[in-house]
């Protein structure tokens, strides 16, 4: 997918990780009352994300929904539905829908080292990937040194859950997951080149 090298990148991501279970969780109220404000009052107000303070319920919930709110109407009722590895994918494409940063590590670092059969994740490799996007976004040099390791710690761990990052090597040991064939369809309608943050190469990715 093309994207616009001057949007900004939203670092703020941090508030959560994938958690599909919780993004479930939203994804039922919305399609319960259809309206994504009336969705967050009645989350917030019933404590449905189970946060220990009304703060970080707010965050939490601010995170979710954003990412939530990008997907088509099929995704997310998917998300509501689906089985446990369903539900990670689609929690996946909607981190990945609103975090361009992350969703390009995906698409040029890890696909990449699949594709040329190198599917060790390197502290160097990611450190490679931010230097790189810090000529376009300057944005990543004016994050502090706790931020710049909580942004990445966060990233690896919804890697983790997305079943594209598993433990070995140094931050982890790169893998394709495998998609059903409802979350391919489903990600295929809204466009095929999104197949591309699960690390389907091009020669593999549908037409329209």
Known sequence: MSFNTLIKYNLSFTAASLRPELARIVAECYLEVGDW?????????????????????????????QRLETLTLGQITLLAQATAEDRAAIAWLAACKHILFAHEFATEVLRDKIIAHDPVLRHSDYEAYVES?????????????????KIRQVLMRMLTEAGLLAKGGSLGM?????????????????????????????????SR
């Open 37 to 65: 404000d009336l969705a967050r009052a009645r989350i917030l107000s019933s404590n449905a994300l189970q946060c220990r303070s009304a703060g970080s319920a707010v965050r939490l919930e601010r995170e979710l929904r």
């Open 133 to 149: 996007k810090g000529l376009s976004h300057p944005e990543l040099a004016q994050l502090t040194p706790s931020s710049k390791i």
């Open 174 to 206: 790169i893998q394709r997951p495998t998609l059903s064939p409802v979350v391919m369809r489903v990600v295929t309608a809204d466009s095929p080149s999104w197949l591309a943050a699960f690390l389907v190469p091009d020669v593999e990715t549908p």
